[in-house]
């Protein structure tokens, strides 16, 4: 911070994530000058149901923010950045401004049985032309809709005129701004199954067969500009940025052309491939989004996502108890040379792309008496690296093909880990100087909505390289492995 002059401004973020919810506060060479960090709950009251308490994540998220402005001064603060989980669903009161439900998260597999009605109906065609999503549990249509159909609080206002619905960013922003601005912006909305991908405006259509109620819904906006002011810290401050976390990522690893991937590894795995200007239709099970919208101009990309990443390695820890710490994993993957024939598939809440089955579960297979604790451990997180192969696999069916990937979230700071994806791969894993690239992403969008930054590609400059793991393996190993991790699918699949 003593670098830093005390006139020069700083732009803080509010990056609220499945987990955890934080508030960093950036500087305009992207280094962290203040952070404050909260867990979240999640509750679990069902199989396959995950919520958490709205109005949790709201205070903690405040407390987080005031905290984090606390060690810098709010006067230096020009701008705030909004990055979140997406997905999960909230239903509001339009009057009280308190939550009418529960939040269902993202992973939550409640609505699988909706989703296939759907399916089987022939309406996934239209849903992926109109949304280039899938039919899914994961999405947040089905989520809203279950809403309405299962609490009378959430009927009630809808009838009255008082309910608000959105994904956890038009929440924060509702809550930020008092109630002023119900808006989400286009990278969010483009996870709901409810937005034209193309005019990045909800569709009629979309709309009525999720039986979901159009004024309930929030505007859609840019990632960047002026979206809303907060008085709550202080004086008013603008915010001028508003993201979905796996889109800011992306950003924040300066994925701006056509081609870039990246890998968040986190609860989840995303990978998110830059498009360009037009949009990507996968053939493959793959997703088509959004990396961005600005200027009202949107770019593309494809994605593909993985529902049990780091959430693996928290059930090694938690769940069955065979670590003590996440950092203990990278110890007993580097005390024996292979897994020793353990394959694990750690399907805990369905498989993602490229399979989309959400009434798979996980299973390991090729336990022996000479299994050890480290055997077990090495094959969960070699799990992470084989999922990242299959996605990468169906992006170059998809015609892009990246000549390397760039890796970021908490689990990469695991060297073992990104040394296996690169040898998995069989390309250079390039891992940042700043890992909280979700965050850093963001800072940049609204540095560049504050006009701190002239052009994203500007902003791009806050990124840099910490090293690059390159490939050991010969093919005849990465082969082996990679059959290996196949078969251990196809029994997941036929289980």
């Known amino acids: 911070m003593d670098s830093e002059s005390p006139a020069k401004p700083l732009i803080l973020v509010l990056d609220e994530g499945t987990t955890s919810t934080r508030a960093l506060v950036f500087d305009q060479r992207g280094a962290i000058v203040a952070a404050a960090a909260r867990p979240i709950t999640q509750h679990y009251p069902q199989s396959g149901w995950v919520e958490q308490d709205a109005s949790k994540i709201w205070a903690l998220s405040l407390d987080c923010l005031r905290e984090a402005v606390g060690k810098v001064g709010v006067g230096r603060i020009a701008a705030i950045g909004i990055t979140n989980q997406?997905?999960?669903?909230?239903?509001?009161?339009?009057?009280?401004?308190?939550?009418?439900?529960?939040?269902?998260?993202?992973?939550?597999?409640?609505?699988?049985?909706?989703?296939?009605?759907?399916?089987?109906?022939?309406?996934?065609p239209a849903v992926q032309a109109t949304t280039g999503l899938l039919l899914d549990p994961y999405f947040s249509a089905t989520k809203f809709d279950w809403l309405l159909g299962n609490h009378a609080t959430a009927r009630d206002a809808a009838r009255e005129g008082r309910l608000a619905l959105g994904t956890v960013d038009a929440w924060l922003m509702w809550k930020l701004?008092?109630?002023?601005?119900?808006?989400?912006?286009?990278?969010?909305?483009?996870?709901?199954?409810?937005?034209?991908?193309?005019?990045?405006?909800?569709?009629?259509?979309?709309?009525?067969?999720?039986?979901?109620?159009?004024?309930?819904?929030?505007?859609?906006?840019?990632?960047?500009?002026?979206?809303?002011?907060?008085?709550?810290?202080?004086?008013?401050?603008?915010i001028t940025a508003s993201v979905g976390d796996q889109h800011a990522a992306a950003i924040g690893q300066a994925c701006l052309t056509r081609g870039m991937v990246k890998a968040t590894y986190g609860t989840g795995i995303f990978v998110l491939a830059h498009g360009g200007p037009k949009r990507v239709r996968s053939r493959h099970r793959l997703l088509s989004t959004l990396a961005w919208r600005l200027?009202?101009?949107?770019?593309?990309?494809?994605?593909?996502?993985?529902?049990?990443?780091?959430?693996?390695?928290?059930?090694?820890?938690?769940?069955i108890g065979v670590i003590q710490t996440a950092a203990e994993s990278e110890l007993l993957a580097r005390s024996v040379p292979d897994n020793g024939g353990v394959v694990v598939v750690p399907a805990f809440v369905g498989m993602g792309a490229p399979h989309w089955r959400a009434d798979v579960r996980g299973i390991v297979t090729g336990l022996t008496a000479a299994t050890t604790r480290a055997h077990l451990v090495r094959a969960t997180l070699s799990a992470m690296a084989h999922q990242t192969a299959d996605l990468l696999e169906a992006l170059a069916a998809d015609g892009i093909a990246p000549t390397r990937l760039r890796v970021d979230g908490g689990m990469v700071a695991n060297d073992w880990l990104c040394q296996h994806i690169a040898d998995v791969l069989g390309l250079p894993v390039e891992r940042p100087s700043v890992i909280e690239t979700t965050a850093l992403?963001?800072?940049?969008?609204?540095?560049?909505?504050?006009?701190?930054?002239?052009?994203?590609?500007?902003?791009?400059?806050?990124?840099?390289?910490?090293?690059?793991?390159?490939?050991?393996?010969?093919?005849?190993?990465?082969a082996a492995e990679r059959a290996a991790w196949a078969h251990g699918v196809r029994q997941a699949l036929t289980t």
């Not at 939550?99 to 597999?109: E, M, S």
């Not at 979901?212 to 004086?235: E, K, S, V």
């Not at 101009?297 to 769940?319: H, I, N």
């Open 295 to 319: 200027n009202g101009v949107a770019a593309y990309a494809l994605e593909g996502s993985v529902f049990t990443g780091g959430a693996a390695v928290q059930w090694l820890r938690d769940g």
């Open 441 to 478: 992403g963001c800072a940049m969008l609204a540095g560049l909505g504050a006009g701190l930054f002239p052009t994203l590609a500007a902003a791009s400059a806050l990124a840099h390289p910490e090293r690059v793991f390159t490939p050991d393996y010969d093919d005849d190993r990465r």
């Open 177 to 238: 701004t008092e109630g002023r601005v119900h808006a989400t912006d286009a990278t969010n909305a483009s996870r709901t199954l409810l937005m034209d991908l193309k005019a990045c405006t909800w569709h009629p259509g979309m709309i009525e067969r999720f039986r979901i109620p159009l004024a309930a819904l929030p505007t859609i906006t840019d990632c960047a500009g002026p979206l809303g002011i907060t008085r709550l810290l202080g004086p008013p401050i603008p």
């Open 86 to 124: 997406r997905e999960t669903v909230v239903a509001w009161d339009r009057v009280t401004g308190e939550p009418l439900a529960p939040a269902i998260v993202w992973q939550d597999r409640r609505t699988a049985d909706r989703c296939a009605e759907l399916r089987a109906s022939g309406f996934e």
